[in-house]
């Protein structure tokens, strides 16, 4: 079933509740699926036909929601693009993957080759820009239930492009929903690039009759602002976002909210604290993962525990695994594998099928994780992340704790450096906070009070800021 079902059911469902609310102001279910409709049609008449691949750039709003669901009513492959992605890696998704358009809200107007068609709404204007892809090649020929394509970060080299199916996102969706138990009466405050949380996150929220309330930046103020106003129930954020929040001055609380989740990145749990703290409501990690959804959260009744990204959700399985794919006792690291409803379909290019990528039935996300008896999930780091000292493993993300815990450091980033003799060594960047002044011998003597030797790093730099990926994660390599 087409996912743009989702949203002709949540039209017909609750006509009049509000979906979306964004600078524009407030629109309901039944405006919104009219103008993906209008879109839908509008796109037809302009030659976008089954199979072919559509690109959609824009900012989060109404907007980007209506372009997707628009697309995929026509039978589109859609393919989200954040529109703050840099220039040169924007590029280079474009020049590996062979779309057949783009629509944009004119958010970058230094990408696009060629000045597009705009076509005007009552909430705004898009762009509709035809490339050279030939019109009867399907976008994605090995795969025929594609409903979106989506780019990893890349931090582990080339992007592939994952490929999603529209059962996979029915599938995905459900699952989602059991674990967070929303519906109508929620109000999600979303301040998360809807480029890389769409397929799952959007769609649970339009199938399942949320409100999504999108936040104009990611400062608290702002925050803070949208979740008042809309009496949001949830706050879906990472990391950063949690830290800046917890950090604000101004006393105000957002009684509505039940839920406040992180993801994309580690949480530390001092920040963790900091929030509930300052808020009262617990912070409840979700590990997600474009090739697999949402399979695993820390949601249960017991009290989170912020270092851990909790248990298998609903329907999902788990599994530390050994270098042979057997699985591993409780308490011993091994690589973190996930199997469940909503598996990726495959990849783009190379073209791939899913069934010839997983390991033993096992998706693996290339994460190293240890599981206790109760199976929760605590994750060491990437596998081709750690840095290996004379044999010795570090985790880049355990010395960026201790680092993040001082004072005066903002930010962090850890990597190896190549070594003649010892394999690797660790080197680290820091960034100070705002009208401090680091002492960085000092830095490396707490690392030395609080890590084993291997650990510390060698060399500790100031910089202005921590280079990240296009997903706003830490970028490993070294510079």
């Not at 089954?50 to 669901?69: D, E, H, K, P, S």
């Not at 400062?219 to 990472?238: H, K, N, P, Q, R």
């Not at 096992?362 to 596998?383: E, K, P, Q, S, Y």
């Amino acid at each position: 079933m087409n996912v743009f079902a989702m949203l002709e059911s949540a039209a017909s469902t609750w006509p009049d509740r509000v979906a979306v609310i964004d600078e524009h102001g407030a629109m309901t279910f039944a405006a919104l699926h009219a103008e993906a409709v209008l879109l839908r049609e509008a796109l037809v008449e302009r030659g976008l036909t089954a199979g072919q691949g559509l690109g959609v750039l824009a900012r989060n709003g109404r907007g980007f929601i209506i372009a997707c669901f628009a697309g995929l009513g026509a039978g589109a492959v859609v393919m989200p693009l954040f529109h703050q992605t840099r220039r040169a890696e924007l590029v280079a998704q474009l020049a590996q993957t062979p779309l057949h358009a783009i629509l944009d809200d004119r958010a970058r107007e230094d990408l696009l080759p060629q000045r597009g068609e705009l076509m005007a709404y009552r909430w705004g204007t898009l762009r509709w820009t035809r490339l050279s892809a030939d019109p009867s090649t399907p976008f994605v020929p090995h795969l025929p239930d594609a409903a979106f394509v989506r780019h990893t970060s890349g931090t582990t080299g080339r992007s592939k492009g994952v490929v999603v199916g529209h059962r996979a996102v029915w599938a995905r969706t459900a699952a989602a929903r059991d674990a967070l138990q929303l519906g109508p009466g929620d109000v999600v405050a979303w301040v998360m690039p809807m480029a890389y949380h769409f397929i799952v996150s959007i769609t649970m929220y339009v199938r399942y009759g949320v409100t999504i309330a999108v936040c104009p930046d990611m400062m608290a103020d702002s925050i803070l602002d949208v979740a008042l106003a809309s009496g949001a129930t949830l706050l879906y954020a990472s990391p950063l976002h949690i830290r800046m929040l917890a950090g604000d001055a101004s006393g105000r609380t957002v009684p509505s909210l039940r839920w406040v989740v992180s993801t994309s990145s580690g949480l530390p749990p001092d920040v963790a604290q900091a929030f509930t703290t300052r808020f009262g409501v617990p912070v409840r990690q979700l590990y997600g993962i474009i090739e697999c959804g949402l399979p695993m959260g820390d949601l249960g009744p017991d009290a989170p525990e912020p270092a851990s990204v909790g248990r298998a959700l609903p329907g999902y399985q788990v599994g530390i695994l050994d270098d042979d794919g057997a699985l591993r006792r409780a308490g011993e690291i091994g690589h973190l594998g996930v199997r469940g409803p909503g598996l990726f379909d495959g990849y783009l290019d190379p073209p791939q099928r899913s069934d010839d990528v997983l390991w033993h039935g096992w998706f693996m996300t290339g994460d190293l994780a240890v599981a206790d008896d109760t199976g929760r999930i605590t994750v060491c780091g990437r596998r081709k992340s750690m840095i290996n000292v004379a044999g010795h493993k570090v985790f880049p993300e355990e010395v960026e704790a201790v680092l993040g815990a001082i004072d005066g450091v903002a930010a962090s980033r850890v990597f190896g450096v190549p070594h003649p003799a010892m394999g690797e060594v660790v080197y680290a960047e820091v960034v100070a906070r705002a009208d401090v002044t680091l002492d960085l011998e000092a830095l490396r003597r707490v690392c030395q009070q609080r890590l084993s030797g291997h650990k510390v790093p060698q060399r500790i730099t100031l910089v202005e800021q921590i280079a990240t990926t296009g997903t706003g994660k830490v970028a490993r390599a070294a510079p």
